[in-house]
């Protein structure tokens, strides 16, 4: 299904507004006696052909435990689901156009074949089957990203729209904690996304991060076929996480192991997370690894925060009440008060993977962090300013992160030993 993407910032609002929507966020709450089916099919329809951040709110809405009413849930999940894989694609002869104007040669040098029917399209860009020239990297089969010709107009038109950059926020737990600072936080993460070169060098560095683990695969960089616009790694297969969810009990539980040491190690030891946990871009393949797929959306933790970071986790897998208390609140730079005995309680609940291990990740459980997530800014809202502060700017992708992730493993419904996991790479 080819469908152009709207760039006007007028022409996104009213496709918006034809939602009924004044920010966004409401296109995840269904009514009706169909338990919300025909709200969800239409929102997939709309935020599907706006691509951009409207997507980008209908993919979270699909897989994000809490987000959607209970009420709703199944039918927002079955009709968004598609937004993680397959978002309406756009037209093979414009895609061909950004490929050859970005990589300086026709298709047919570039490539020894190349498919104009896309393997997938989502919110930036859609991804194409090609295999390279035998003289390149020895003609492998690769997956050539290519973003919608007119997403970068649209994103733009998307990040001029506070009430939609608010809208998203809201769903991550920003309302009343610093809203200025956390809006240029996602302007800057959305923004870098459409950097299909930063993208790369975030690829390179992920893999140099994880080199060696035999569980854990990123594909190569074809640099000879890359550019701003345009990203070609070598093509893998495998698995769904839809597909993996009838594997083995044992099977399931090496899933989650490595799940949580690519994201945490990526954390603690990198220094770095990739903010977008959404189920399709992870592969689970026959020999047991996982290959990990996009890396537009990374956030850097700051040198400052990272001795900080890692005592909090130390002080989770010793289960030490009071030093993570502690950890806390230098974490967030918290100030004492009501604000700070809530923030400790809620980050206590984020951690009890760890404090609980063994543990086995609920869609209840996941589901609970984002309600209290919402329950803490709600409260915020009523406290005297001395006691409020702002939440580093870095902690709203962690939310992001963190409710998305935690939504993927319940799915895996399979307790997990998470506190021995971490602690063999932990850093002391």
Known sequence: ?????????????????????????????GRGDDGGKAAADRAADV??????????????????????PEGQRDAFEASLKMLRSQAPRSNPAQIRSV????????????????????????????VHRA???EDVMGGIEVAVKVQHPGIRKAVDSDLANAGILEGMGAML?????????????MRTRFREELDYALEAERLVAFTALHEGDPTIRIPRFVAERSSASVLTTELVHGRSLEEVLGDSEDARRAWAETLWRFVFKGNLVGGMFNADPHPGNYLFQDDGRIAFLDYGCVQVIPHAKRPHAHALHRAAVARDERDFETCV????????????????????LC?????????????????????????????AR??????????PGEMLFMNRLQFGFYSVLARLDVEVDYAAVEDRFLPP
């Not at 009523?382 to 939440?391: D, G, H, I, N, S």
């Open 131 to 133: 295999r390279l020239p």
């Open 329 to 348: 609140s230098l974490l967030i730079d918290a100030r004492p008060g009501e604000l700070e005995r809530l923030a400790r309680a809620y980050s206590r």
């Open 1 to 29: 299904m080819e469908k152009k993407v709207p760039g006007g910032r007028l022409g996104r609002m009213a496709r918006l507004a034809a939602l009924g929507l004044k920010t966004g966020a409401g296109a995840i709450l």
């Open 351 to 379: 951690f009890e993977p760890l404090f609980g291990s063994p543990y086995k990740i609920t869609r209840g459980y996941a589901a609970s962090l984002v309600d209290e997530m919402k329950s803490m800014a709600m409260t």
């Open 382 to 391: 009523k406290l005297p300013e001395a006691e409020v502060f702002a939440m």
């Open 47 to 68: 935020l599907g052909t706006m691509r951009g951040l409207a997507a980008k709110f209908g993919q979270m809405a699909s897989y994000v435990d809490g987000i959607v």
């Open 173 to 185: 737990g920003a309302r009343r904690f610093d809203t200025k600072t956390h809006l240029e936080v």
């Open 99 to 126: 490929i050859e104007s970005e990589l300086g040669a026709p298709i047919d040098r570039l490539f020894a074949s190349f498919e104009d029917e896309p393997i997938a399209s989502a919110s930036i860009g859609q």
